[in-house]
Each structure stands twice: as C-alpha cells, then as structure tokens.
C-alpha cells in the first residue's frame, strides 16, 4: 500500500516541494550519470585514438575504422549500461517514495539500485526491446510503451513481480483502467513541458524538469489509480 501522500490530488507546487527535499539525491544522480558517460566516451576515444597510432599516423582503412569503431563501442558498452541503471533512479526514486512516504536520501537511492541490479538491468532490456520493435511497427506502439514506463519502473522497483508480468500488468494498469487515458494524455502534456522548457533553457532546464515531472506523474498515477 502506497502512502497517502500518493493519493493526494497531484500539483506541480507539491511536485516541486517534494523535488526539492529530494535535490541531493537528484543531483547526485545527474552527475554519477554525466561521469559514467563521460568514462565511457572516453575509453571510446582512447581505443580510436590508439587505433590511429597503431597505424602509423595514417587514415585508417575502411576495415581499420569499422574495428576500431567496433572495439570503442565495447569498451564503452559497460560504463553505457552503468549509466543508463543510475539513470533509471529519475524514476525509481519518485517510485520509491510514493510507496514509503519516505525521503529517499543518496544512501537509500543507491542501495535500492545495487540491492537487485540484474533484475533492473534485465528490465530495463526488456523494456528496451520492446520499445524498438514497437518503433518499427509504426512507431505509435514503441510510443504506448514509452508511457508506460513511469508504472513499469514502479513495479519493478516496488515489487518482486518478474519483469515480464511487470511489464504486462503496467499495460493493462495504463490502457485498460478507468482513468489510464486521462493519465496518458497528463503524460503527454508533461512531457511536453519539459521539452519546451528544456529548450527554451538551452538544456539547463532539465536539470529541474526531468526530477519535478517524475515526481509528479508517479502522485498523477496513484492519484488516478493507474498505480495502488
């Protein structure tokens, strides 16, 4: 059972009140991710780099550059998959503390993440593959499965759900609810916002946006039963 908090009627102030006792934790997360990403880059330019110096100083043939394209992205794979489990914490920290009530400090964030790690990994290849075969079937299924995230997250990090029937249920939570359409169109609409803020802001909006919309879609889901 989720707190009560969870159920009240959701407001971009309580959102933002709720994001601001939250900002250690949601900086942290932007900055763990950026160094993560940052290494990875890295290490992919490092491998090009001596790839290049491996060849006299020379172009690099057509076969060369496909290898050492080849080698940079799997040295890098690991800091990507890094990054990309940190980053899911822009949700699951919002998750976590609907459900608890509670602040979720850096300590409880990260322990949460690393408690389960493989199951957050494999959820979050499942997720991603199912997203890109719905892009390629026409892309508005791969678009259906984007909104679910924010209550496939939930599920994945509130319960001990395999990740397939998270995954299902979240569907079903979503598109066959009472009110799962009203909370797709407030996804919409929020995630509108936060693009437009993020441009307008040249990117440093979203800084704030990305952290205040988690928070508040997870409140618009449980205010609308889509999440219990």
Known sequence: MASPA???QPTLTRAWQVFLVHVPTMLLIWVATAVISGIGFGIYLIINVIAYVAGGG?????????VAMVLGQI???PFSLLSNLVGVLFTAVPALHYATGETIGIEAAFQALFRRPWRYLLAGLLFSIVTVIGLLLCVL?????ALVGPVYVNKVFNTDLPVLEALRLSFQAVFRSPKGWEFVGIELLTGLVVIVVTVVTCGLGALVAVPVSSFYIQNVAYHRGVLS
């Open 6 to 8: 969870a159920y009240e």
């Open 141 to 145: 299924p791969g678009i259906a499965v």
């Open 58 to 66: 020379q172009a690099m043939t057509d076969t060369a550059e496909v």
């Open 75 to 77: 040295g890098q794979l």
